[in-house]
């Protein structure tokens, strides 16, 4: 299993950044390689992704959420991997966004790409992608306040 863990600050309240990252369908507004989600119930999304020629369907589970905190999830199937997204106020408009992301690589190209740093260079500009996003509208485009244990 590999282990790779990125952070980005954004200047919103920690509520906005959280409400939007409850957004799973606007993912492939920031994260390149994610096609679509699908939020099939509060704790189920189905993902499309394209990485590198290769196109996965899979599902993903909800395990941990809690409102402005913390969103942990588990893959049901598909690739193997499971993560958690915290996020810290700093301050009245400053939020810090951790993503700890584990994952399986599978097959030879995986392992290679994640030898030499792909996945984390992906992450990282995911989430300053994700920083550009929120910050450029100013507010969410939704947000679900349930939690989940």
Same mark, same amino acid.
């Given at each position: 299993?590999?282990?790779?863990?990125?952070?980005?600050?954004v200047?919103?309240p920690?509520?906005?950044?959280?409400d939007?990252?409850?957004?799973?369908e606007?993912?492939?507004?920031?994260?390149?390689?994610?096609?679509?989600?699908?939020?099939?119930?509060?704790?189920r999304?189905?993902?499309?992704?394209?990485?590198?020629?290769?196109?996965?369907e899979?599902?993903?589970?909800? +395990?941990?959420? %809690?409102? *402005?905190?913390?969103?942990?999830w588990?893959?049901?199937?598909g690739p193997?991997?499971? $993560? @958690? /997204?915290?996020f810290?106020?700093?301050?009245?408009?400053?939020?810090? +966004?951790?993503? %700890?992301? *584990?994952?399986?690589?599978?097959?030879?190209?995986e392992?290679?790409?994640?030898?030499? $740093? @792909? /996945?984390?260079?992906?992450?990282?500009?995911?989430?300053?992608r994700?920083?550009?996003?929120?910050?450029?509208?100013?507010?969410?485009?939704?947000?679900?306040?349930?939690e989940?244990?």
């Amino acid at each position: 299993m590999s282990t790779k863990e990125e952070t980005v600050e954004v200047a919103v309240p920690v509520r906005t950044a959280y409400d939007q990252w409850t957004q799973f369908e606007t993912f492939p507004n920031f994260m390149s390689g994610v096609d679509s989600i699908t939020q099939v119930d509060d704790k189920r999304n189905h993902w499309v992704t394209s990485i590198a020629g290769v196109t996965r369907e899979f599902d993903t589970e909800i +395990v941990d959420q %809690v409102p *402005d905190q913390r969103i942990a999830w588990q893959s049901v199937d598909g690739p193997s991997h499971r $993560g @958690v /997204v915290t996020f810290d106020r700093l301050g009245e408009r400053q939020t810090k +966004v951790t993503v %700890v992301l *584990d994952f399986e690589p599978e097959g030879f190209i995986e392992q290679a790409g994640d030898k030499i $740093g @792909v /996945v984390d260079r992906q992450v990282k500009a995911d989430l300053e992608r994700f920083k550009e996003f929120i910050e450029g509208r100013g507010g969410e485009t939704g947000a679900y306040r349930g939690e989940i244990h």
